[in-house]
């Protein structure tokens, strides 16, 4: 199976979201939130006061929260999913979420920071348990209507990147 090619079989939803309202601050569960074209999302720290930027979003399928006894939200994540492939999908890739279009950005790297964010007794190994399962950093390419995403959206896959020439 090539998780590279858009396809309408690659469906999954949204089961968490969450909003940081402010650096070092515990994220604020919602049941729906608004995205704003490159900036992220509305209430969100991590949203652009100035346009652009790959880091607007960040987005982790709950099987990797799950295999680390963790709960959406503890990763400072915004869009918790239950999508599968979502780690094996390709920077550039497309994603429609609600009401929102994301292009994928890149895997988000894991460093000790989050761990101390938890207290976790050992950052160093908590870093090394999050590799592969981070997540993916997106930006907000367009919205329809409000550009609302809300629990229980559908995610799938609208677009790939485009074939690295040979």
């Given amino acids: 199976m090539n998780t590279n090619m858009p396809s309408s079989t ?11 309202g402010a650096h070092r601050q515990t994220p604020a569960a919602v049941t729906q939130v608004r995205a704003l074209v490159d900036h992220g999302l509305e209430g969100d720290v991590h949203g652009k006061k100035n346009a652009g930027g ?4 960040l ?15 503890d990763l400072r994540v915004q869009i918790t999913v239950d999508f599968p492939p979502l780690e094996t999908l390709a920077s550039g890739t497309v994603l429609r979420i609600g009401q929102a279009t994301c292009e994928l950005t890149g895997p988000c790297e894991p460093c000790t ?3 101390k964010v938890l207290a976790v007794p050992d950052v160093e190994k908590f870093q090394a348990s999050l590799d592969g399962r981070r997540g993916q950093l997106a ?10 995403i809300r629990l229980g959206d559908p995610v799938v896959v ?6 690295s020439p040979a």
């Fill in 10 to 20: 690659f469906r999954g939803s949204v089961v968490g979201l969450q909003i940081l």
């Fill in 54 to 57: 790959g880091r607007q979003i």
């Fill in 59 to 73: 987005i982790v399928d709950q099987s990797a929260l799950q295999a680390l006894g963790l709960r959406p939200g």
């Fill in 113 to 115: 920071h989050i761990g």
């Fill in 139 to 148: 930006k907000i390419t367009a919205v329809d209507r409000e550009g609302t």
């Fill in 158 to 163: 609208i677009g790939a990147p485009a074939p």
